[in-house]
C-alpha cells in the first residue's frame, strides 16, 4: 500500500480571500515503510504573506522571490501523488488550498479526492482520544515523539513528524530511523533457550474453582468490550 504523508505552509488561512500554497512537503511510506522518495518543495505565491502565517512558518516574501510558482510543478506533483492515500493532519485545510492551486491553473486535474483517498489523522486521533487536545504537538507528547527541532512550523518536517504519529497511533512500526528509510531490515539470530539438566522442577500451579470462575468473568467482561475477540 501506497501513502503520502502531506503537510503544506500558506501566506495566510483563508483560501477565499486569495491566500496561496507556499511549500509542499511529502514522505512517502509503502507498506508501512518510510522509501525516502520525498517531494519537498517552495512556490513563489506571487503575493504578500500575512504577518500572522510568517509567525507560524518563518517563510518570508523574500525566500520565496526566486522560488518556482506552482504552475511550474504542477504536474510533477499530480503525477508523485496521484492514486496513493493521503495522509494528512487536518486534512480540508490542505486539501482545500490544493485543489485551490489546481482549479487556478485551469487544467484537467481532478480533486484531490477524486484522483487519492485520504485519511485525516485530526479525525482519527479525535476518536481514539476524544476531549483531549490533538493537535500534532499534543500528539507527539502522548506517542512520546520528539518534536524538539519543530521551533516552526515546515511542511516537510511536519510530515516527517506526523508519519511517526501516524504509525504509533495505527499501532504499527514508529521508528523512521537510516534503516527505515533505505528499506533494510535487522535480521537477528534467534536464540534458543536452555534448562539447565541440574535445575530443580518448575513449581505447578493448578488454579482453584474460585480462580477459575473469576477469570472467566472477566474474560466474558473483556469479550463485552471487544466484541468476537481472537483470543477468546
Known sequence: MRQIVLDTETTGLEVSLGHRVIEIGCIELVDRRVTGNHWHHYFNPEREIDAGAYEVHGISNDFLQDK?????????????????????????????????????LQASYEPLGDSCSILDTLLLARQKHPGQKNNLDALCKRYDIDNSQRSLHGALLDARILADVYLAMTGGQT???????QGTETNLEPIEFKRSENAAPLPLWQPDEASLKANSEYIDFLASKHPDPAWK
Not at 506533483?77 to 490544493?98: P, Q, R, T, W
Not at 521508528?175 to 528509510?181: F, I, K, N, R, V
Open 175 to 181: 521508528s523512521l530511523g537510516l534503516d527505515a528509510e
Open 68 to 104: 518556482p510558482r506552482f504552475v511550474e510543478l504542477a504536474d510533477e506533483f499530480y503525477d508523485y501523488v496521484k492514486g496513493a492515500e493521503l495522509v494528512i493532519h487536518n486534512a480540508a485545510f490542505d486539501v482545500g488550498f490544493l485543489n485551490h492551486e489546481m482549479k487556478l
